[in-house]
């Protein structure tokens, strides 16, 4: 069975510092790798995907994350945080059946803050 | 240009009256999903139409349920509210069920749903 595990459920930096947030996967098949944000009552908005092409994968908004298979990681990152990137961040898999997909299961999300 | 639009925001009910929630989607997609997401909490899929083909997770209780009368709108009707109902309920649409389209899902902002 297929599962995400976001470490960390708030993360705060400052305003220019490094963003990294993270995600562990969990599948017995090949995963596609997602990560959204939600703003505040906002509904959730992809910012990046993973399907087996190149390991770094790179989103809106400066976001970028790797896929590690050894780790099961696929870890999201941004040089230098924003103001405006202060959201909640999800991780979500779903497994390669061979052409056809599982339905997205998410983690338990990720709250970032970014101090001025 | 929303496409996504769910009506209303926010919604009071009363314990045990019926409710119902309404998306609606301008990107003529096959697919809508309805989630359900309590505080601090990941996204949790109910059910989802493929068309007019309607799919129920098989732990998505007796009490919601879900119409669809065309492409573009698709409800979702809680028969009793209870107080564990409370929610933000979000609708979602794909191109696909298959591919990695299936899993590029556009969301709406969400109806926060409360029960008094």
């Known amino acids: 069975a297929q599962s995400v595990t976001q470490l960390g459920s708030h993360v705060s930096v400052s305003e220019g510092a490094l963003v990294l947030l993270r995600c562990n996967y969990s599948?017995?098949?090949?995963?596609?790798l997602f990560w959204y944000v939600q703003y505040p009552n906002q509904g959730l908005q992809l910012l990046l995907k993973?399907?087996?092409?190149?390991?770094l994968v790179k989103g809106i908004n400066g976001f970028e994350a790797e896929f590690k298979k050894s780790e099961t990681s696929f870890h999201l990152t941004k040089p230098s945080a924003h103001m405006s990137d202060a959201a909640e961040y999800f991780c979500?898999?779903?497994?390669?059946?061979?052409?056809?997909?599982?339905?997205?299961?998410f983690g338990k999300g990720t709250k970032l803050s970014v101090k001025p | 240009d929303a496409m996504v639009i769910q009506n209303p925001r926010y919604q009071v009910t009363q314990f045990g009256k019926p409710v119902t929630l309404s998306c609606s989607q301008t990107?003529?997609?096959?697919?809508m999903y309805w989630y359900q997401q309590k505080s601090s909490q990941a996204p949790k899929l109910l059910f989802h139409?493929?068309?007019?083909?309607?799919?129920n997770e098989a732990d998505t209780p007796d009490n919601f349920q879900s119409r669809r009368p065309n492409t573009s709108f698709c409800f979702l009707d809680i028969r009793s509210p209870g107080l564990g109902d409370a929610a933000m309920y979000l609708c979602?649409?794909?191109?696909?069920?298959?591919?990695?389209?299936?899993?590029?899902?556009?969301f709406g902002a969400g109806t926060r749903l409360s029960v008094l």
């Open positions: 979602a649409t794909s191109r696909e069920t298959s591919g990695i389209a299936k899993n590029i899902q556009y």
């Open positions: 599948s017995s098949v090949p995963p596609y």
């Open positions: 993973y399907t087996s092409a190149a390991t």
């Open positions: 979500a898999v779903s497994e390669d059946y061979g052409g056809s997909q599982g339905n997205l299961i």
């Open positions: 990107l003529n997609h096959n697919v």
């Open positions: 139409y493929y068309d007019k083909d309607f799919n």
